[in-house]
């Protein structure tokens, strides 16, 4: 079996339809391929472990979950990217696994229908009592014996006698579990064992270490200790001898399997003559008659013995640093190689967006760019120009068929491009652009009409030039007053004081009529729009909007005007009874 399953992929694309990254995740580190989990897997998951926002009980019950599996390869990853991360990961991690009841329930596990079903079955169950006696040693001691301060002022040489005594019997449990492991060099025939073989090994070296230093700690206070207390050392320490000719033959075994010699620490033992001095103190204590030796013999062979476990306890701290130092190498190298492979990869896409362009593509470009514009109307050339306006003739406004801007323009005599140009007054005239649009346009001239075909439209050029009208100050526009009459304006509510002089724009003269002190505009239905000369002097009126706000591109256009009504100064009873005389004024 090689490879991702169908059922692999399956589950991971599940996982990522409902947005579980760490489920995906799980997933992948735990796929039916008969390697070991990959590395940028453990690498997210441990990242994730110390996120605070991570849900950690859901990432250790997910691995649960695929230790269900019936599958060896499955359940095996399962239980190496656990072990990962409770070395590795957030304290978090092993801080739930330790607050559980059970873990891993895998005693009667068996896998029958693969190849290597049967021995790999033995190996997980092995694995799964080691990663129990894990967290139970850290529910009990609240520490991570791997992970614990050592040396001089380590934990365990500073430890007073009677916490060392309950201490050592739970290290020596958990270092049980990992040798009982019993792996042979004919056995780690596979990625996913030997995965598991490396983590143990790991877990060997730091684990003895604090063993190792709790042990020159015993010894240094046993013959100051109660007689029951020597009692519990003589026997922790007779256990710690066997315990290290066990771990011997792990480490040989490591040795075979392609491990650094310069990772693998010596061994070496106290002086037989340690345990006989022991057990004759032991003996005294208890009342037996025994030949005790003097105090600079025991000295000595305590001192030699503490010396000789202290060579031990440095070559087991030195291959640990040596495993940390090159871890990190590792993860550093990795890591470089990780960023320039992007780094490359980056580059490689750069250079793909950016092609060398076409003839035509660059003849294109250098006519929007850099060469001279082209008016739109008299086909004459104009002074390149910077400023950034919309290409009305680009496919972008062809993406629509319905789509025809509505721009409104004048043919100007004195312009000569559709940029540069200024008129009589100097000011800056408006850019050209050719018209697209079928709707009725405004005549450059003056008295010209407007289009009454489409009322619709009509009303809509009328609103559009009343919201974009042009600017004063130029010779067609219209003035406000008549020569040499003053007339005091300003205000939305500004209105006229007399109204006798007005005359009405419209076809046929209208005779004058009175109007009252405030006229009042009243609903209507107004007429199409009529042209009236341009040239007509005014006299502003309530209602009348500034000429200025009714031209737009040159074109002078009449604003939709209120219809007023005159009405005699004495007002009828009834408001609503025909008026006699009352004229329509359209202003």
Not at 121 to 140: D, G, H, P, Q, V
Not at 454 to 481: C, E, H, I, R
Not at 545 to 570: D, E, F
């Amino acid at each position: 079996m090689s490879g991702q399953s169908i059922t692999d992929r399956i589950a991971a694309a599940q996982h990522s339809m409902t947005g579980s990254a760490i489920s995906k995740a799980v997933c992948k580190a735990t796929t039916h391929e008969v390697s070991g989990p990959k590395k940028k897997h453990l690498d997210y998951l441990i990242y994730c472990t110390n996120e605070m926002n991570v849900n950690v009980p859901q990432l250790a019950d997910t691995l649960f979950e695929r230790t269900t599996n019936s599958s060896w390869v499955v359940v095996f990853k399962a239980l190496i990217t656990t072990h990962h991360i409770m070395m590795y990961g957030n304290e978090r991690f092993i801080q739930y696994l330790a607050s559980r009841n059970t873990l891993f329930n895998l005693n009667n596990f068996l896998d029958k229908g693969a190849l290597q079903g049967y021995d790999m079955s033995t190996f997980i169950r092995r694995y799964s009592r080691y990663l129990n006696e894990k967290a139970l040693s850290y529910r009990l001691v609240a520490v991570d014996f791997t992970k614990m301060k050592r040396g001089i002022d380590g934990v365990m040489r500073t430890m007073n006698t009677e916490k060392l005594i309950k201490t050592l019997p739970i290290i020596q449990n958990q270092l049980d579990a990992l040798l009982d492991f019993q792996a042979n060099p004919n056995e780690l025939t596979n990625g996913v064992i030997n995965a598991a073989f490396m983590l143990l090994f790991k877990d060997s070296i730091r684990l003895f270490a604090a063993y190792n230093e709790g042990v020159i700690n015993l010894l240094e206070k046993y013959f100051d200790m109660k007689k029951n207390q020597c009692k519990d050392a003589l026997d922790i320490y007779k256990k710690f001898l066997y315990r290290m000719t066990k771990l011997s033959e792990f480490l040989k075994v490591a040795e075979q399997v392609g491990i650094d010699q310069g990772d693998i620490p010596d061994l070496t033992q106290a002086p037989s003559s340690l345990l006989e001095a022991l057990e004759q103190h032991l003996a005294s204590l208890e009342g037996k008659k025994t030949k005790e030796l003097s105090a600079d013999n025991r000295a000595n062979t305590l001192s030699n013995a503490v010396s000789s476990l202290s060579n031990t306890g440095m070559s087991f701290s030195f291959s640990s640093s040596r495993m940390d130092e090159k871890e990190k190498q590792q993860a550093l190298e990795e890591e470089q190689a990780r960023l320039q492979a992007l780094k490359n990869q980056r580059l490689k896409e750069m250079s793909m967006q950016t092609p060398s362009a076409s003839p035509s593509t660059q003849s294109m470009g250098s006519a929007n760019n850099h060469t001279v514009g082209m008016d739109l109307f008299t086909n004459t050339t104009s002074p390149p120009s910077t400023n950034s306006m919309p290409n009305l003739n680009s496919d972008l406004f062809d993406l629509h068929p319905a789509f025809v801007p509505a721009v409104q323009s004048t043919p100007i005599s004195t312009a000569s491009s559709a940029w540069g140009g200024y008129d009589a007054l100097g000011d800056l005239l408006k850019p050209t652009v050719t018209v697209h649009t079928q709707a009725p346009v405004m005549a450059p001239h003056t008295g010209s009409k407007l289009l009454a075909s489409d009322l619709d439209s009509s009303l809509a050029n009328l609103v559009g030039n009343l919201q974009f009208g042009g600017t004063p100050g130029k010779k067609s526009y219209m003035q406000w007053t008549q020569p040499g009459e003053k007339k005091l304006t300003g205000g939305t509510n500004w209105q006229s004081k007399t109204m006798s002089s007005t005359t009405a724009w419209s076809p046929a003269p209208l005779p004058p009529a009175a109007m009252p002190p405030a006229a009042m505009p009243v609903p209507h239905i107004a007429p199409a729009p009529m042209a009236f000369p341009m040239t007509t002097p005014q006299v502003p009126v309530y209602g009348m909007v500034p000429p200025q706000l009714g031209q737009m591109g040159g074109v002078p256009v009449m604003t939709q005007q209120p219809m007023l009504y005159n009405q005699p100064v004495l007002r009828p009873t009834n408001p609503f009874t025909p008026i006699p005389g009352a004229q329509m004024q359209f202003m």
